[in-house]
C-alpha cells in the first residue's frame, strides 16, 4: 500500500511540475485599451493632418502627399501592424541582430550616389525602384529590437561593476557608437538623440548600473557640447532658444510664427480648418510645426487632450511591459519611448521648452515611411504583449 500511495505521489509530482513548466509562458489576446488609446490618437492625428493639408489645396503636392499619408503610410502602416502582431515576439528575438544588420545596411544606402537622396544639405532618404523611404525610421525599431536581445541576459539581475560593464554598458556603447557615426554623417542629430535617450531608458530598466551611467552621462554631455559647437546649425537652434527675438526674419522665423500661432488659438481654438498661420507664414505646417497649426484650430484644450493621449498611451504601454516577459518588456519599452519621446521633444520645441527641432510628431505630422513604421512598432508591442509570465506555486 505505501508502495502504491509513493507512486501515485510521484506521478501527481510529475504532473504538476509538467503543468508548471506549461504555465510559465501564456500567450493571452490583445490589450484592448492600449489598442483603442492608439486608434483614438491616430484618428487625432488624421483630424490635425487633414486641417494642414487644406494649404495645399489646389497644389501639385496634394495629391503626392494624401497618398503618401493615406495610403502608404495609414494603409500599408495598418496592414503591416496586423502581421506583426500575429507574429511570434520569439520570431523577433531569433532575428533581432539580422534585422539590425539590415537597418545597418539601409543607412548606408543613403551615402551611395544614385540611390541616397540629397535635400536641404542632409542625406536622409532612399530612392528605390521609384519609391522612397527614410531608412533612419526602419534603424531605429532595429536598434531596439538588437539591444533588447542584449539587455534581457541578466535582465533585473545585480551584477558587479566588470560583470555589468561587459554584458549592458559595453553592448549598449558600441550600439551607440554606430548610431552616432551613422546619423552624424547624415547630419541628423535630433533622432539619433531620440535613439540614445531610449536605450538608455532600457538600460536602466534591464538593471544598468547607476556609476556606469553618471559616467556616461558626462561623456554624453561632453558630446553633445562638441556636437552644437562644430555644427553651426545646430547651434543656431541654441542660440535662438536662449534668445527667442534673435533675427526673427531669419533663423528665429519658425519659432516666432509657431508661438504665435500657438497663441491665437486661445483657449477653445479658431475652429477645425481655421488656422491662418498655416497658409503665408508658418514653415513646414504639415511636418515640423503641424502641433502648432492644431494649437490654433484647437486651442489649448486640443493641445491638452493630445498631449494628455500620448501621456495615457505611455502609461497603458508601461503596464503592458510590467506584465510582459523579459525580452517583451525591453522591447515594448524600448519603442513606447520612441515614438512618445520624440513626440514631447517636437511639441516641446513648438511651445518654446526645447530648441527646435526636425522630428516630426508620431501619428500626426507628414511622413508615410514614419507613419508606416510607427503603426509597425505599434504591431510587435501587442506582440511582444501577448506573452506573458505567470508564477505557479
Request: hydrophobic letters at 50%; aromatic letters at 12%.
Amino acid at each position: 500500500m505505501y508502495n502504491m500511495f509513493n507512486n501515485l505521489l510521484k506521478k501527481l509530482k510529475k504532473n504538476r511540475n509538467k503543468k508548471s513548466k506549461t504555465l510559465a509562458k501564456i500567450e493571452y489576446g490583445i490589450d484592448k485599451p492600449f489598442l483603442i488609446i492608439t486608434f483614438i490618437l491616430i484618428a487625432s492625428g488624421l483630424v490635425i493632418f487633414s486641417s494642414a493639408i487644406i494649404m495645399l489645396i489646389g497644389t501639385a503636392r496634394y495629391d503626392t502627399v494624401r497618398f503618401s499619408q493615406y495610403g502608404i503610410g495609414l494603409c500599408g502602416g495598418l496592414l503591416l501592424m496586423f502581421i506583426c502582431y500575429k507574429i511570434p515576439i520569439t520570431f523577433w528575438r531569433k532575428n533581432a541582430f539580422y534585422i539590425y544588420a539590415a537597418s545597418v545596411i539601409a543607412m548606408i544606402m543613403v551615402f551611395i550616389p544614385g540611390i541616397g537622396v540629397a535635400h536641404g544639405g542632409a542625406r536622409r532618404w532612399v530612392q528605390l525602384f521609384g519609391i522612397g523611404f527614410q531608412p533612419a525610421e526602419l534603424y531605429k525599431i532595429g536598434a531596439i529590437l538588437y539591444m533588447s536581445l542584449w539587455f534581457m541576459r541578466d535582465f533585473g539581475k545585480k551584477l558587479d561593476n566588470h560583470k555589468n560593464f561587459f554584458s549592458r554598458t559595453m553592448p549598449m556603447l558600441i550600439i551607440l557608437g554606430i548610431s552616432a557615426i551613422l546619423f552624424l554623417l547624415q547630419p541628423d542629430t535630433d533622432i539619433l538623440g531620440v535613439i540614445c535617450l531610449s536605450i538608455v531608458i532600457m538600460y536602466l530598466l534591464a538593471g544598468g548600473n547607476m556609476k556606469d551611467m553618471v559616467i556616461l552621462g558626462l561623456i554624453g554631455m561632453i558630446a553633445l557640447a562638441g556636437i552644437i559647437f562644430t555644427r553651426p546649425y545646430v547651434m543656431r537652434r541654441v542660440q535662438i532658444f536662449l534668445d527667442p527675438s534673435l533675427d526673427p526674419t531669419g533663423s528665429g522665423y519658425q519659432f516666432q510664427q509657431s508661438l504665435i500661432a500657438i497663441g491665437s488659438g486661445g483657449i477653445a481654438g479658431r475652429g477645425y480648418g481655421q488656422s491662418i498661420q498655416k497658409f503665408k507664414y508658418l514653415p513646414e505646417p504639415i511636418g515640423d510645426s503641424i502641433f502648432a497649426v492644431s494649437s490654433e484650430d484647437f486651442g489649448f484644450i486640443g493641445s491638452t487632450f493630445l498631449i494628455g493621449l500620448y501621456i495615457v498611451f505611455l502609461m497603458r504601454g508601461f503596464k503592458l511591459a510590467k506584465k510582459s516577459s523579459s525580452y517583451g518588456s525591453l522591447v515594448i519599452v524600448g519603442l513606447l519611448c520612441l515614438i512618445v519621446i520624440q513626440s514631447f521633444v517636437n511639441m516641446s520645441a513648438m511651445l518654446g521648452m526645447l530648441p527646435l527641432s526636425g522630428t516630426p510628431l508620431i501619428f500626426v505630422s507628414q511622413g508615410g515611411t514614419s507613419l508606416l513604421i510607427s503603426l509597425m512598432s505599434i504591431g510587435i508591442i501587442l506582440s511582444a504583449s501577448k506573452e506573458k509570465k505567470v508564477r505557479v506555486e
